[in-house]
């Protein structure tokens, strides 16, 4: 074999390598954080009774845009939940009343209630949230990305 040969066939297995790698990276590869992805719009503030509203998580958080889903913690805290059911509703759609629901309701007001869940996204790599809060910014949400499916 010629040496320009030898170049040529060396090249080509070196792109099959690169093609195959970029392959695993598009289809279904998850990237964990060690440090959680948050955002100054989700750290806490209080909200209240919400319609389905998309979060652009490429805008607002930092996620590479079009991911499959997020690996998300979310804190919910509502004041009057004890006598009130308050949640959250996180979907890749913006119909009402469908998603992952997320209680705030742990049998005490204002009481902390964590979850981590994978959220599955939009093929932009966004989600929606709609909120059921017990009043007017009765509902404290905060929200940490730990990783995502590319």
């Known amino acids: 074999m010629s040496d320009i040969n030898e ?10 390598r690169e093609v195959e790698r970029l392959r ?3 289809n279904g590869k998850f990237v964990a954080l060690t440090t959680p992805l948050t955002s100054t719009s ?5 909200r209240s009774t919400t319609a389905k509203t998309k979060i652009d998580l490429s805008a607002v958080f ?25 949640y959250m509703y996180l979907a890749p759609n913006d119909t009402a009343n469908n998603g ?3 209680s705030a ?9 964590p979850v ?16 059921v809060a017990s009043g007017i910014d009765t509902m404290d949400v ?3 990305i730990w990783g995502y499916w590319l």
């Not at 170049?7 to 099959?16: A, C, P, V």
């Not at 997020?70 to 059911?85: C, E, F, G, I, P």
Request: hydrophobic share 40%; aromatic share 6%.
């Open 7 to 16: 170049k040529m066939l060396s090249r080509l297995q070196q792109l099959e």
């Open 24 to 26: 695993v990276q598009e």
């Open 42 to 46: 989700w750290d806490g503030d209080a």
């Open 62 to 86: 930092g996620v590479p845009a079009g991911v499959k889903a997020v690996l998300m913690l979310v804190n919910l805290r509502d004041s009057a939940s004890a006598s009130t059911y308050s």
């Open 100 to 102: 992952l629901i997320f």
């Open 105 to 113: 309701d742990n049998g005490k007001n204002d009481g902390l209630v």
């Open 116 to 131: 981590t869940a994978i959220v599955p996204c939009n093929v932009d790599g966004d989600i929606y949230y709609q909120t």
């Open 142 to 144: 905060t929200l940490h």
